[in-house]
């Protein structure tokens, strides 16, 4: 079957340089969960074509099938509860035999996963074994395929961490998963699904829980390695900005259907289908407020232009000064004090009503923490915090109530901060009663009227978490954070795991209550595009310190320090044609925080570079 044309000129869209045959070729793919009246098609009728040397990148929002794609062709969805019920999967292997994926036998499946098909899976903690050393998780799978013994095997397993670019290779093999990176630990599955050579690899979300920089690092490294092995890549993603840097045709699905194919140029330069417009339209692309010194909210199709969030008022509600949260490091039977990580390192900020503060870093760079020591979640050792000129530093009864009233705290992941045992309107009732705000029918209505509020409607409060989507379940965690009627709310990865489209309605709504309510927000994230979508100011953080802070127009567009040019700079651009050169990804790895007993950091003033933008001044050379 022919590659899909576009109506397009000739010679618009460049012609991708791929195999001749297809090397997968689905027809009709369509798979089922379940049995009877409670039977679901996940995946409708598909076709697909995915050639050697080719990347197609398979997009779409959560449930529409993308996933069961996957797993339906390396036949894992034999585990995972679903049949393929229609429809052939045709796979070439090296020595040219043509397979029939859906009706091979379980056996012939093993011996075709590693050698020929390997999966990277988005979470690299769950797919590693936690108790097994990084070398012989790659060790076994070399061993399992290529039949060599166990000093090759390892030999091969350090051939494959350099390969990967994880630097010295041979100490990495002796270490746990739990003591690498979330980067390093991706690079270890990429590892183990490549040390077969197979010839054809699917990556399903493999960037997503990663920081910028190091989903600039995992993709480079994947197409790298794309072309010195001449695979076939199958790429799973809700991210267009990485389907922009990394595919050479873009299929997108929704509700288990194909609904527009093509080349990735044309895709975002001309999509057809309403459904891929929505998707591109939702999508922040750093830049595009260069010229704004507001946020503005994301533009809603048949909706009024929106307007800049004037909406910072007063004095501080919130100052920060000092703020200084470490933890300490005990090994050995008896517990011995080896170490300290030093998470938050002299910390101070100031929040006012109506105001977006922005905290960016990489993973480990003190973000989570700085806002968990406001709250108490975490227990800071120094610093003093003030809630509208009160000083809630120490906790006592009356300061406790205050500061859990006045401050709340959004979660990245609305399943876990909810209990499945509690219907919706019971866990939004619950700061109100315990606040006692409210009592009798008053409470019911006005957990109705924060639904509304939030965009559900009253009769989602009898439902339970696991009978709404991840954006409403986000929306029912913010309307909890409201019940109490804070002035702060913390939003801690709030929008980090949804769908692109989902994630500028839940931007969108966090901007609406701020204009109506003038709630601040400490607005934690490692979405660049987002923060520039969403903040008045931003604080970039690294190991435990912020070495710069601004108004958002400023640090974002005139970055001084190298680690803030360096988070920008990995930003992938949802543009096909201004991908990434080689040389512009920073690959080093950002050091640990943890430092032997008093060796502390060294902390560099902040010098203001322009109004109300302060720079740390690290010496040249490097960071620390």
């Known amino acids: 079957m022919p590659l899909p044309t576009s109506s397009a000129p000739p010679g618009k869209y460049p012609s991708v340089s791929i195999g001749p045959a297809p090397l997968l070729e689905v027809r009709g793919l369509s798979v089922m969960f379940g049995s009877g009246l409670d039977s679901v098609r996940a995946v409708r009728a598909l076709d697909l074509d995915v050639r050697s040397g080719e990347t197609v990148a398979i997009v779409g929002e959560s449930g529409s099938g993308k996933s069961v794609t996957s797993l339906s062709i390396t036949r894992l969805i034999d585990h995972a509860g679903g049949r393929i019920v229609s429809g052939r999967i045709g796979f070439t292997d090296r020595d040219g035999h043509l397979h029939d994926l859906a009706t091979e036998t379980p056996e012939a499946m093993r011996r075709l996963r590693g050698p020929e098909l390997a999966m990277v899976f988005q979470e690299p903690m769950t797919s590693l074994n936690p108790v097994l050393r990084v070398g012989e998780q ?6 399992l395929h290529q039949n060599v013994g166990r000093d090759s095997a390892m030999a091969e397993a350090k051939r494959m961490l350099e390969r990967v670019r994880i630097p010295e290779a041979a100490r990495q093999l002796t270490r746990y998963p739990f003591q690498l990176s979330g980067g390093m630990r991706q690079r ?26 190091v989903q600039a690092q995992v993709l480079r490294l994947m197409a790298s390695l794309q072309r010195e092995l001449g695979m076939g890549l199958m790429f799973i993603t809700h991210d267009m900005g990485v389907v922009a840097e990394i595919a050479d045709r873009v299929v997108v699905m ?16 001309a999509p057809e289908h309403p459904y891929t417009q929505t998707l591109l339209a939702a999508v922040p692309a750093l830049g595009s407020l260069a010229a704004q010194n507001l946020p503005i909210p994301f533009e809603v199709p048949n909706a009024p232009k929106p307007r800049p969030q004037d909406t910072v ?23 011995r004090l080896v170490g300290r990580i030093h998470a938050v390192e002299h910390v101070s900020f100031d929040l006012r009503p109506g105001e977006t503060l922005a905290v960016v870093g990489e993973s480990g760079c003190g973000k989570s923490t700085t806002g968990r020591s406001i709250i108490r979640l975490e227990q800071p050792q120094n610093g003093t915090i003030h809630l509208a000129g009160r000083d809630v530093t120490r906790l006592d009864g009356t300061t406790e109530k ?33 606040h006692r705000l409210l009592t009798g029918a ?85 979405d660049m595009a ?28 005139d ?39 008093g060796d502390l950091p060294r902390l560099e003033p902040l010098v203001e570079v322009g109004p109300d933008h302060f720079v740390a001044r690290h010496r040249v050379g490097g960071l620390y």
């Not at 009253?458 to 309307?479: K, T, W």
């Not at 040019?565 to 050169?581: E, F, I, N, S, T």
């Open 559 to 597: 970055p001084h320090h190298a680690y803030t040019r360096r988070l920008l700079q990995a930003v992938p651009v949802p543009d096909p044609r201004r991908r990434w050169r080689e040389q512009e990804v920073d690959d080093t790895e950002v050091p640990s925080p943890l430092r032997a007993i």
């Open 313 to 335: 008022r007063g004095a501080p509600v919130l100052e920060v000064r000092d703020l200084v949260t470490r933890f300490d490091v005990r090994r050995g039977l008896f517990g």
């Open 442 to 526: 008053a409470v019911e209505q006005r957990v109705q009227a924060l639904l509304e509020q939030v965009g559900l409607s009253a009769r989602h409060a009898g439902r339970y978490p696991h009978e709404l989507s991840g954006g409403q379940r986000q929306r029912v965690c913010i309307a909890r954070a409201l019940a109490s009627e804070p002035r702060v709310i913390i939003a801690d990865e709030a929008v980090a795991a949804l769908d692109v489209s989902i994630r500028a309605q839940v931007v969108n709504l966090m901007m609406d209550l701020q204009a109506r309510l003038g709630v601040a927000y400490l607005f934690i994230s490692h």
């Open 188 to 213: 270890v599955m990429i590892a183990i699904a490549l040390s077969c050579r197979p010839r054809f690899l699917i990556a399903d979300e493999p960037t997503t829980a990663l920081d910028v920089t």
């Open 138 to 143: 790659i060790a076994e799978a070399v061993m």
């Open 402 to 434: 205050v500061l859990h009233r006045a401050v709340q705290y959004v979660f990245q992941d609305p399943f876990a901060s909810l209990d499945p045992r509690l219907t919706v309107g019971f866990s939004i009732a619950e700061p109100i009663r315990a």
């Open 530 to 557: 987002v923060v520039e979508r969403i903040a008045h100011r931003v604080a970039v953080m690294y190991l435990g310190q912020i070495v710069e802070i601004g108004p958002r127009q400023a640090v974002m567009g």
């Open 254 to 269: 929704r509700n288990g259907e194909k609904v527009e194919e093509g080349v990735a140029e044309r895709i975002f330069d």
